[in-house]
């Protein structure tokens, strides 16, 4: 009887072992999605259902385990769960995204974000681990108890009865049950959160979400559908099926498709008139700016522009103040990628970790069978994104990274912008003419701290915030903007060099207060997304013939055909999926016209000339934001539906040809 005692008070005290632990582990997803902001929807029962059944599916073997065991492997499971939520907590912080297996393999480049990562991480975040220390007791506690029941029945061995080896047979036989019902409460656990997990994506996918598993516009949707455990589920489902088992072949009719949507859409891109080779033989300086935003251009803070190299520029130079990021997880490298080769980036992951042996038309390529001399130029690490081999399938004939400068100015990551720039002057001036450079800087990168020294703009309010140190860090890329400029003149090559200048990507600083407080006015939704997405662009010509501000939307996919037109290149025979920003082409086919400025992010948002779709978290068109720019109010959702079916065709047809390596056939 007291055995039997004993033996149910261990199972109920098991029992409530492994409800402590879902709970646990619910509460801290419960708490991830508190930080993923209010543009994400709340979680409804059926999340919370698929939140615990992900929970049970994952640790349902533990009840397997005989008492000691279980404890150890949920303590254990409990600190590989946590670190994982975390740790995509973080990631999203800064890249509004969860981490994928393809980001994984970029780990190597996590122990270099230093700073960026330690000023994501909160005080609050304590909470995480603050059931660590209840486990840590139970363990103790059952250790302790077991040591001295050892050492009781140690003492004992030798007055043992014949009745009290009886009762140990007695005691092999009760095991041997114990471990019967624990087989069949584990997979009785095993069904439940099965049926809990999988019941309520059935109805998802049944219902709203059936093309999302294919189309994979964005993490956070399919997050959306599978919770936290599920996505990550999936993501390696994906990535295994991907690369381990090959990517399955594309029909016939998806192929003609494909080849049809370049031939009907070249015209975008080619228009022979009296910009297309008015620069012939010039060379070719680009400068990708590190998180450089549109919001703070032409502002001023205590009476001080922040950018005013940039703002006098402007004046002889063409400026878009409609020019989008169109990067995702990739960020810089996305940004090089779509820049370089008119392609979207990939919906998880960089391309140049992914797929750097794969083929495709870059500028670097294209302009060195044109007789350019090609160079990139970043003082950094050239493994970092795996540059060194993407540079080499892009076609650069050299790239000068961290070894190739001297670094007399540390600065942040590495070496200063302004230092950077003049160094990199000096080497590109060695190269054969017309050249083209490619250069990214690195001083603006979060979190965005300067040595003191170095803090030359009076951001009054925001001293000491992560937003005021932003503020300094593009100040003091402005200036070194300048003196580049300086230095090119000094040099001679002023007169004869486009000048192609824009940012990156955005700063994650993503609270609304912030801008709010800057600009010094309310903001709306649209007003944030499009703080969030455009950047900068300015293009200066060597004769300063083209100036003024241009309106019309553009992104960072534009920027190869736009710069091929320029120098008289064709791409006709092309695979770009940008457009040509120098084209005077107007169509009077409605359709068309409304496609004729659509600029497609990776998330889904997109913009045209009159129209900027932001999607929902469920990617549910009907449930997106259809804004009308001339007002700026929402509109009829119908609206966007043709935008909306051709950014959803642009991003299959671009994800299709970097992963299926589609250039080469589609070349045939």
């Avoid at 810089?332 to 042996?357: E, I, K, M, N, W």
């Avoid at 457009?579 to 496609?595: E, Q």
């Avoid at 935008?643 to 070349?667: G, M, V």
Wanted: charged share 20%.
């Amino acid at each position: 009887m007291k055995a039997l005692i004993k033996q149910n008070k261990s199972s109920i005290q098991g029992l409530l072992e492994y409800l402590a632990f879902i709970a646990f582990i619910y509460m801290k997803l419960r708490i991830l999605h508190s930080h993923l902001h209010a543009r994400y929807i709340d979680m409804n029962r059926l999340d919370d259902l698929i939140a615990i059944g992900s929970v049970i599916m994952i640790s349902f073997w533990t009840l397997w385990l005989p008492k000691r065991a279980r404890t150890i492997s949920l303590a254990v499971l409990n600190v590989l769960l946590t670190a994982l939520i975390f740790s995509d907590m973080v990631y999203y912080r800064y890249f509004g995204d969860f981490i994928t297996i393809p980001v994984l393999m970029q780990a190597g480049q996590v122990g270099e974000l230093g700073d960026s990562i330690l000023s994501l991480i909160y005080w609050s975040d304590l909470w995480f681990i603050a059931d660590w220390f209840l486990w840590a007791l139970v363990i103790i506690t059952i250790t302790f108890r077991r040591k001295r029941r050892n050492q009781y029945f140690g003492h004992q061995y030798n007055y043992r009865t014949h009745s009290q080896l009886s009762f140990l047979s007695q005691n092999n036989t009760s095991r041997s049950r114990s471990f019967f019902k624990r087989l069949i409460t584990g997979i009785v656990t095993f069904i439940l959160g099965f049926v809990m997990t999988m019941g309520p994506i059935k109805h998802y996918t049944d219902s709203w979400a059936g093309e999302l598993f294919k189309g994979n516009w964005w993490n956070m949707s399919l997050y959306n559908v599978t919770g936290l455990l599920g996505f990550h589920y999936f993501d390696t489902y994906r990535y295994t099926k991907e690369h381990l088992l090959g990517k399955p072949e594309l029909s016939t009719e998806e192929m003609n498709d494909i080849e049809n949507w370049f031939s009907t859409t070249k015209q975008n891109r080619y228009d022979p008139n009296d910009t297309f080779g008015a620069y012939k033989g010039s060379n070719v300086v680009v400068i990708q700016a590190e998180a450089f935003m549109n919001f703070m251009i032409g502002q001023s803070i205590h009476g001080q522009e922040i950018t005013p190299n940039f703002n006098k520029l402007m004046k002889e130079s063409l400026y878009f103040s409609n020019f989008y990021h169109q990067t995702g997880q990739g960020r810089t490298s996305d940004a090089d990628f779509s820049s370089q080769t008119s392609l979207h980036p990939l919906p998880t992951g960089s391309v140049f970790v992914r797929y750097p042996d794969h083929t495709y038309d870059a500028l670097p390529l294209i302009l060195k069978e044109n007789g350019y001399s090609t160079s990139a130029f970043h003082a950094y690490e050239g493994s970092f994104w795996n540059r060194t081999n993407m540079y080499r399938e892009l076609g650069y004939d050299q790239f000068y990274s961290k070894k190739d400068y001297i670094i007399d100015e540390p600065l942040g990551w590495s070496l200063g912008d302004q230092s950077f720039f003049r160094q990199s002057l000096q080497l590109m001036s060695k190269n054969k003419e017309p050249f083209y450079s490619f250069l990214i800087t690195l001083s603006s990168h979060h979190p965005y701290t300067l040595p003191e020294e170095l803090q030359t703009l009076d951001t009054g309010k925001f001293k000491g915030t992560m937003f005021g140190d932003y503020l300094q860090s593009v100040h003091y890329v402005d200036d070194a903007l300048g003196q580049l400029v300086a230095e090119m003149k000094e040099a001679g090559l002023w007169d004869n060099t486009i000048l192609y200048f824009y940012g990156d990507h955005d700063n994650s600083i993503t609270g609304k207060a912030d801008y709010e407080k800057f600009l010094g006015k309310s903001l709306s939704d649209l007003d944030l997304h499009q703080i969030m997405n455009q950047v900068p662009l300015l293009v200066h010509l060597p004769d300063g013939q083209l100036t003024g501000i241009r309106q019309e939307p553009a992104g960072q996919l534009d920027m190869t055909p736009s710069l091929l037109h320029l120098l008289g290149i064709s791409t006709e025979q092309s695979f770009m999926m940008g457009n040509n920003m120098f084209s005077n082409k107007n169509n009077d086919d409605n359709v068309a016209s409304s496609l004729q400025y659509l600029v497609v992010q990776r998330s889904g948002a997109f913009s045209t000339e009159h129209l900027y779709y932001i999607p929902s978290s469920d990617n549910r068109f009907e449930n997106g934001s259809c804004y009308n720019l001339s007002n700026r109010q929402l509109t009829n959702i119908e609206e966007c539906r043709i935008p909306y079916d051709e950014a959803k065709k642009r991003l299959h047809i671009s994800e299709s040809i970097i992963t299926s390596n589609l250039i080469p056939k589609l070349r045939e």
